[in-house]
């Protein structure tokens, strides 16, 4: 089989553009409010949680490098998104949401596109489309031996 008739390679050209327009969409749309798509990712983990995480946690989560991640958190906190702190008996140092940062992720940055671009499927494919792709995550994650962690330690 020659490599441009391998459905597999197919598959990945339609995938990475799909995901290069969302991404256009949404940058777009981010735009306007000052923000960016790592920005708006990273305020949607933080979100998610309840403590705050780790700059290590999150550059983990967010399939980012730590020192970009650390970058990106720092002009976060110079508007106010963001904030370092510390929990007694703890020396590490966790991000948490402002309360700026939670009103403007919950009540100003909109995403429409997002919703506009996935109404296109219904809500049984939006549920299979995840399952699908929560399968090439892991396997992306093995290969690249993100979630290795070696025997001897705790």
């Known amino acids: 089989m020659r490599k441009a008739d391998d459905p597999r390679i ?5 995938l990475d553009q799909t995901r290069e327009m969302i991404f256009k969409a949404v940058e777009l749309e981010l735009g306007q409010y000052g923000m960016s798509s790592p920005q708006v990712k ?16 999150l550059a983990t989560s967010t399939v980012r490098e730590l020192n970009s991640i650390s970058t990106l958190i720092a002009r976060m906190q110079k508007k106010g998104l963001v904030k370092r702190v510390r929990r007694s008996g703890d020396d590490k140092s966790y991000v948490i949401l402002t309360d700026k940062g939670k009103d403007i992720y919950n009540n100003t940055v909109t995403e429409q596109s997002i919703y506009l671009i996935f109404d296109a499927l219904s809500d049984e494919e939006k549920r299979e489309f995840a399952v699908l792709l929560q399968k090439l995550q892991s396997k992306a994650r093995s290969l690249l031996g993100l979630d290795y962690r070696p025997p001897f330690l705790a």
């Not at 197919?10 to 339609?14: N, Q, S, V």
């Not at 990273?42 to 946690?57: I, K, P, S």
């Open 10 to 14: 197919t598959l990945y050209g339609l």
């Open 42 to 57: 990273v305020m949607h983990t933080l979100a998610q949680g309840n403590g705050g995480l780790t700059l290590g946690e």
